[in-house]
Structure formats: structure tokens, C-alpha cells
């Protein structure tokens, strides 16, 4: 069964740091692409970034970019999202996505929330 | 501002047919890129509905169907039931970002 495990919610204040992570298992990781996905309380869904655990190509949108880093690590099976200077306006929901040979997401990840408050 | 364009909210009456339209431009799906439909119940995570404009993976509904015309596609669903109250978004891919793109999302409320 293909699974997308996230790490637990995060509580931060204003400029610090996180890394929240995504652990796939049940096939291939570095076959698939995983994508970021934010979801702002009671807002829709904006796609961040995608990173390819074969090599670590990694795009991102520009909204995000330089906002956020993006990593993989094949041999542990686990995907990376990470802030060095968390802002308040980052507060929200945040999904690993698992597109299939195309953009469309088979798989997600349960979610992470991340609160950042003073 | 969302890339791609959906009503904010639609409704229908258990029974009736909805649809709600999604509309891109000439760098998503009007260059040909293929449209995705998802559903967010209230509190959980999406779920594919329809993907490459028209297929359903299994599981979904015949009630759920898609469709595509020009720079737009459309998710109609049948015989509207309780239970399809959610959020339903689309999503492509754009050429000029490099990447997936979703509209701003559509409640659908069964009344």
C-alpha cells in the first residue's frame, strides 16, 4: 500500500527555523516526483515546489521560490520542506503530493500544520 | 489571484446536476496540458476525482464525469447527494511557471 507519512504539527515562533519531512513507502521512492502543496486556513491549495528523489531536481513556483527549500533523501525514502526565517504569514497546512506519470496527485500525504505565532 | 478560474460556489438540490467550470489560458490548458479534478471534504486531505479531463479512478462515482472545451474544462456531477458537500478543485500544469497550477477551489453546498 503506497503511504505518504508527514511529520507532526509544528509550533514556531517568527525567524526561526523548520524542516518538516515526508516519508514514502510501499513503492518506489525515487521513481515518483513529490510535490509541496500549501493550504492557508480556510483558503485553497498552491502548489510550492517538486523534487525528483532519482537526482534531486527540484523546481519551485515562484511564489515560493527562495522562500522555501526543498530536499530529498532517496536512501531513507523521505522528502524535505524547509524555512530558515519562519514568518507568521506562513501559517497553514502543508501536503506532500505523489503525481502519477502526469500532474495528477495519487497520493497525499496526511499533512502538516504549522503555526507560526509571536 | 488563482491561474486557474473557478466560480467561488455553486449549489443544487439532492438529485440536480451541477457543474463547475474551470478556465485556463494558453500556457496551461489551452497548450494542451491535461486538467485534474479534486475533492476536499471539510477537514481532510484531497482526493483525486477525475484526472486527464475525463477519466475517474476507481472507486469514483459515475455521478462525478469531466469534460474539456478550448481553454477550459468543466466537472459535472449527477444526482447530487449529501455527501459530495466539499471543496472541489481543478489543476494543470503551466508551461510559463514550470509547474502544477490549481484554481482558487469551488464549494459546492447541497441544499
Known amino acids: 500500500e503506497v503511504q505518504l507519512v508527514q511529520s507532526g504539527a509544528e509550533v514556531k515562533k517568527p525567524g526561526e527555523s523548520l524542516k518538516i519531512s515526508c516519508k514514502g513507502s510501499?513503492?518506489?521512492?525515487?521513481?515518483?516526483?513529490i510535490g509541496w502543496v500549501r493550504q492557508k486556513p480556510g483558503k485553497g491549495l498552491e502548489w510550492m515546489g517538486i523534487?525528483?528523489?532519482?537526482?534531486?531536481?527540484?523546481r519551485y513556483s515562484p511564489s515560493f521560490q527562495g522562500q522555501v527549500t526543498i530536499s530529498a533523501d532517496k536512501s531513507i525514502n523521505t522528502a524535505y520542506l524547509q524555512w530558515s526565517s519562519l514568518k507568521t504569514s506562513d501559517t497553514g497546512m502543508y501536503y506532500c503530493?505523489?503525481?502519477?506519470?502526469?500532474?495528477?496527485?495519487?497520493?497525499w500525504g496526511q499533512g502538516t500544520l504549522v503555526t507560526v505565532s509571536p | 489571484q488563482s491561474v486557474l478560474t473557478q466560480p467561488p460556489s455553486v449549489s443544487g438540490a439532492p438529485g440536480q446536476r451541477v457543474t463547475i467550470s474551470c478556465t485556463g489560458s494558453?500556457?496551461?490548458?489551452?497548450?494542451?496540458?491535461?486538467v485534474h479534478w479534486y475533492q476536499q471534504l471539510p477537514g481532510t486531505v484531497p482526493k483525486l476525482l477525475i484526472f486527464?479531463?475525463?477519466n475517474r479512478p476507481s472507486g469514483v462515482p459515475d455521478r462525478f464525469s469531466g469534460s474539456k472545451s478550448g481553454t477550459s474544462a468543466s466537472l459535472a456531477i449527477t444526482g447530487l447527494q449529501a455527501e459530495d458537500e466539499a471543496d472541489y478543485y481543478c489543476?494543470?500544469?503551466?508551461?510559463?511557471?514550470?509547474?502544477?497550477?490549481f484554481g482558487g477551489g469551488t464549494k459546492l453546498t447541497v441544499l
Open positions: 503530493a505523489r503525481p502519477s506519470t502526469g500532474a495528477d496527485v495519487d497520493f
Open positions: 510501499g513503492y518506489s521512492f525515487d521513481i515518483y516526483k
Open positions: 523534487i525528483h528523489p532519482r537526482d534531486s531536481d527540484t
Open positions: 494558453s500556457s496551461n490548458i489551452g497548450a494542451g496540458y491535461d
Open positions: 486527464g479531463y475525463t
Open positions: 489543476q494543470s500544469y503551466d508551461a510559463s511557471l514550470g509547474g502544477w497550477v
